[in-house]
C-alpha cells in the first residue's frame, strides 16, 4: 500500500518560478533557491553582528594602546576622537556615581565624561567575585 501524493503547482519564493510540488508546504522549486533566500534574509542580522563586532575590537585596541603607554585615565571626548564607540562594551555594572564597563579583560569607570582606572583585570577572578553571596 502506497500513499497517493497529491501534486499541486506552486511559486517558488526566491526565483519566481512556478513548479510542482508533492507537499502543501513546499515554498522553493528547489534546495539552492531555499538555501539562497535564507541567507538573503539572514544577511543583514550577520552585518550587523559583524559590525558589532569589530566596533567592540577596535575598542579594545584602543584601551590597550593607552595602558601600554601607562595612560588610566581620558576624557570621553578625546576617547571619542581616536574612535572609540562609547556604546560598544561586554560588561557594564552600576557602583553608586559611576559606571564600570568592561570590554573582554579591560574594565573602566566612566564618570561626567571621563574615563578611568582603565586596567586589565583577570576574567576568572571576575566570574569568582560575581558568585560570592
Known amino acids: 500500500m502506497s500513499?497517493?501524493?497529491?501534486?499541486?503547482?506552486?511559486?517558488?519564493?526566491?526565483?519566481?518560478?512556478?513548479?510542482?510540488s508533492l507537499r502543501s508546504t513546499m515554498k522553493f522549486c528547489c534546495d539552492q533557491c531555499r538555501w539562497d533566500y535564507y541567507n538573503r534574509k539572514?544577511?543583514?542580522?550577520?552585518?550587523?553582528?559583524?559590525?558589532?563586532?569589530?566596533?567592540?575590537e577596535r575598542n579594545y585596541t584602543i584601551l590597550n594602546s593607552l595602558l601600554e603607554d601607562g595612560c588610566r585615565e581620558i576624557p570621553l571626548m578625546k576617547l571619542l576622537g581616536m574612535?572609540?564607540?562609547?556604546?560598544?562594551?561586554?560588561?557594564?555594572?552600576?557602583?553608586?556615581?559611576?559606571?564600570?564597563?568592561s570590554i573582554?579583560?579591560?574594565?573602566?569607570?566612566?564618570?561626567?565624561g571621563l574615563i578611568y582606572d582603565i586596567e586589565k583585570v583577570s576574567l576568572t577572578l571576575r566570574r569568582a567575585n560575581r558568585n560570592k553571596p
Open 42 to 56: 539572514n544577511s543583514s542580522a550577520r552585518t550587523a553582528r559583524r559590525r558589532s563586532i569589530q566596533e567592540i
Open 83 to 101: 574612535g572609540f564607540s562609547g556604546n560598544r562594551v561586554t560588561a557594564v555594572a552600576q557602583y553608586g556615581d559611576h559606571l564600570e564597563l
Open 3 to 20: 500513499k497517493e501524493y497529491k501534486q499541486q503547482k506552486s511559486v517558488c519564493l526566491e526565483c519566481g518560478d512556478g513548479f510542482v
Open 104 to 112: 573582554y579583560d579591560i574594565s573602566y569607570k566612566q564618570r561626567e
